[in-house]
């Protein structure tokens, strides 16, 4: 009789059955598989619209501050201002009704330089208050466009009157600009213009006047009087 062969055992079976081992590695994958899962499912999910952390933002570095050097100024001395006395410290008191007008002190300027007061022009001794100059503004063909222009040199307003005298020719109009007119005297020699407002101290106006037929350049020019300038 024969003997059965026993089926071998430990690492020899295991060698000679293979689908032991395949089997194993099977199993080993399954556990590996759901301990992948497992750690998987234990990190919660980041919220919805969550950033990522900021990185820290490395803070300027400030300058550093250079001291400025200020000129102290003596506690008797005051900053000087425009339109004030040079040698007053402080603000003008106003003036008491019925005492005399104060001093008046050429004032200080930007530039620290003292600079004259200006005051209405007034006509010196021997000249006229309200003296005129005449020029041809156009000169086109069959007349022209003259002026004369008006300064009122004194120290209170005036009115003019103002007399031009041609060879023949004809007088179209006469005008001033910006202000009221006036009257318009004619003769056959030329014409006289009255004025229809007064002019300022220091104040001017120019008479424009359209002539035809005529030469540009008058007999005679006045403003009240006085012969006109630029003749």
Same mark, same amino acid.
């Given at each position: 009789?024969?003997?059965?062969?026993?089926?071998?055992?430990?690492?020899?079976?295991?060698?000679?059955?293979?689908?032991?081992?395949?089997?194993?590695?099977?199993?080993?994958?399954?556990?590996?598989?759901?301990?992948?899962?497992?750690?998987?499912?234990?990190? $919660?999910? #980041? &919220?919805?619209? @969550?950033?990522?952390?900021?990185?820290?933002?490395?803070? /300027?570095?400030?300058? %550093? !501050?250079?001291?400025?050097?200020?000129? $102290?100024? #003596? &506690?008797?001395? @005051?900053?000087?201002?425009?339109?004030?006395?040079?040698? /007053?410290?402080?603000? %003008? !008191?106003?003036?008491?009704a019925g005492s005399g007008s104060p001093s008046v002190d050429p004032t200080v300027g930007a530039t620290g330089r003292p600079t004259a007061t200006r005051? %209405?022009?007034?006509?010196?001794?021997?000249?006229?208050?309200?003296?005129?100059?005449?020029?041809?503004?156009?000169?086109?063909?069959?007349?022209?466009i003259g002026e004369v222009s008006m300064l009122n040199r004194s120290a209170q307003s005036r009115g003019w009157t103002v007399r031009l005298e041609f060879?023949?020719?004809?007088?179209?109009?006469?005008?001033?600009?910006?202000?009221?007119?006036?009257?318009?005297?004619?003769?056959?020699?030329?014409?006289?213009?009255?004025?229809?407002?007064?002019?300022?101290?220091?104040?001017?106006?120019?008479?424009?006047?359209?002539?035809?037929?005529?030469?540009?350049?008058?007999?005679?020019?006045?403003?009240?009087?006085?012969?006109?300038?630029?003749?």
């Open positions: 009789m024969r003997r059965v062969p026993r089926p071998p055992h430990g690492p020899v079976a295991i060698a000679t059955s293979p689908w032991i081992v395949v089997g194993a590695g099977v199993v080993v994958m399954v556990v590996l598989l759901f301990v992948a899962l497992g750690a998987y499912r234990g990190r $919660s999910p #980041a &919220p919805d619209g @969550a950033q990522p952390p900021a990185l820290p933002v490395p803070s /300027a570095v400030a300058a %550093p !501050s250079v001291p400025t050097s200020v000129p $102290s100024v #003596a &506690p008797s001395s @005051a900053a000087v201002l425009p339109g004030l006395s040079g040698r /007053a410290s402080v603000l %003008p !008191s106003s003036t008491p005051s %209405p022009t007034r006509a010196a001794p021997g000249q006229p208050a309200m003296t005129g100059r005449y020029r041809v503004v156009q000169s086109f063909d069959g007349g022209f060879s023949g020719g004809r007088l179209v109009t006469a005008w001033v600009e910006g202000v009221p007119q006036g009257t318009i005297r004619q003769s056959d020699d030329g014409f006289t213009y009255v004025s229809g407002v007064e002019v300022s101290p220091g104040g001017s106006v120019s008479l424009r006047f359209h002539m035809e037929r005529t030469f540009s350049t008058p007999r005679e020019c006045t403003v009240d009087g006085v012969r006109c300038n630029g003749l």
